[in-house]
């Protein structure tokens, strides 16, 4: 039985909410929808802040994610509403020729296309005269519209149709900032909806078939285009561990991701979540990406890895790295420090403090891969090792990337002195949710006692969920 005090945050009927959003799409636009669309949000278990190094992230998809009702539109115009009350400012127009135009300028300043783990720099021009006066979230989405004009003659299945533009009516299950990526999930439900109503992929696929025609292929390729609209439209630093979570999950599975390349490998956990429960505590103090925050530890964390010399953190560690390749590593950073390597600025100490977060973030992913891809699986000997690695990852998130903040540490504290086998913060930082492991047996308790650090705290049943796709 629930705490009765405690506030959840439910995901909802999927069937019913596209339903009632279609209907309000149709109030809202004076025409049905040709469809909606769902993408979920995600929980990473470990790999925090090391997707743009190329290191291994292990998320799971959430039941709660955002849903987008969509049209096509033939005048190029993008017309967007959000249900979000905090947000909602009425239909919002964007001119999306106007838009390519500036993001295809030859001076436009924005980084090259992402390959592999990530551009390697950012844009300091992320707003753009066509989105001037628009909402911040709504570069999100005309971001991925941008992108994905850009992919056309690679993709001739997805190049969008002249003058292509859309109406969108749009709900979120997700809490915003909550560190469980809303805005990727925006992304790749938008993604989806352009897809479906603007390609010849969605022309021969309408409505739900084409969930059997988006291969997992075809998700890694909306997936990049949703990444890049991140970096160079909405100027935060992502790596592409949210956008690839989002669009390939499977329901039950955990998702281990090699962001060197985006391979993925899904690993059952129904045999763990029998007696264990993910829970997401949603702090209510919500972080921005795109506020510089992120982008400094980023910034740091590249430059520790240039110090070392290699072109991505990943590559300067063996396949299967142990703790002593990392002691290693920062005995190499150390010197270059003596050598007197230039870091642009930026304190030493800091950046050695970033390299041994991703360095000791990247041993624990590759530790909790192989524990749960190995043949057998001892559930209370995988249920002790994966809470270790959640509370030895919160550490490191709070001394080494120095992005955890007062309530996280005590919802962490508090969950662990009731019954947590581990917990930690995840997303960017600064804010956001803790993910704590725990037996189903002292879930009431646990959750009584953190709903008392904050009025603002909520919880979210996490349940590995399946990918983006039409309802």
Not at 44 to 72: M, S
Not at 237 to 252: F, V, Y
Not at 326 to 348: H, I, S
């Amino acid at each position: 039985m629930r705490e009765n005090s405690a506030r959840w945050l439910a995901a909802g009927d999927a069937e019913s909410i596209a339903a009632a959003l279609a209907a309000r799409f149709a109030q809202v636009f004076e025409q049905e929808p040709a469809g909606v669309w769902f993408a979920p949000g995600r929980a990473n278990l470990n790999g925090e802040h090391i997707d743009f190094h190329g290191g291994r992230c292990l998320p799971v998809a959430l039941r709660h994610g955002t849903y987008v009702a969509a049209a096509a539109r033939t005048d190029g115009v993008l017309r967007l509403r959000t249900l979000d009350p905090k947000l909602d400012e009425g239909l919002i127009e964007i001119d999306v020729a106007g838009l390519s135009r500036e993001r295809t300028g030859a001076d436009a300043g924005f980084s090259a296309p992402i390959q592999g783990s990530g551009a390697r720099s950012f844009s300091d021009a992320a707003g753009s005269p066509a989105l001037e006066g628009t909402p911040s979230w709504t570069a999100y989405v005309s971001g991925v519209l941008w992108a994905l004009g850009q992919i056309g003659e690679e993709h001739p299945e997805l190049t969008l149709e002249p003058g292509y533009g859309a109406d969108l009516l749009i709900r979120s299950t997700l809490p915003i900032g909550a560190g469980l990526s809303s805005s990727a999930s925006l992304e790749c439900a938008a993604a989806l909806a352009f897809a479906a109503t603007g390609t010849p992929l969605g022309a021969e696929n309408p409505k739900e078939e084409l969930n059997e025609a988006l291969t997992d292929a075809l998700r890694a390729v909306l997936a990049q285009v949703c990444i890049r609209a991140e970096v160079e439209v909405v100027g935060a630093g992502t790596g592409g561990l949210d956008q690839n979570a989002s669009l390939r999950a499977a329901k039950g599975k955990l998702m281990s991701l090699d962001c060197r390349d985006f391979s993925m490998t899904r690993t059952d956990l129904t045999f763990l979540l029998r007696d264990y429960q993910f829970l997401a505590i949603d702090t209510g103090q919500p972080h921005e990406l795109a506020d510089g925050k992120f982008r400094s530890r980023r910034v740091e964390a590249e430059a520790a890895t240039a110090a070392l010399g290699v072109e991505r953190l990943r590559d300067a560690l063996p396949a299967k790295p142990r703790k002593t390749d990392m002691e290693l590593l920062l005995e190499r950073f150390d010197q270059a420090v003596k050598n007197g390597t230039d870091f642009g600025g930026l304190e030493a100490e800091a950046c050695r403090r970033r390299l041994k977060h991703a360095l000791g973030e990247m041993l624990r992913s590759e530790k909790i891969h192989a524990l749960v891809t190995a043949e057998a699986h001892g559930v209370s000997h995988t249920a002790q090792t994966l809470g270790d690695m959640l509370s030895a990852g919160h550490t490191s998130m709070r001394e080494q990337a120095e992005v955890s903040f007062r309530l996280a540490d005590q919802v962490v504290d508090a969950a662990l002195q009731f019954g947590a086998l581990g917990a930690r913060l995840i997303g960017g930082g600064f804010g956001g949710s803790v993910l704590a492991l725990v037996p189903r047996a002292q879930l009431d308790d646990l959750v009584g006692v953190c709903s008392r650090l904050s009025p603002e705290i909520r919880f979210l049943e996490v349940t590995p969920s399946a990918a983006a796709r039409a309802v």
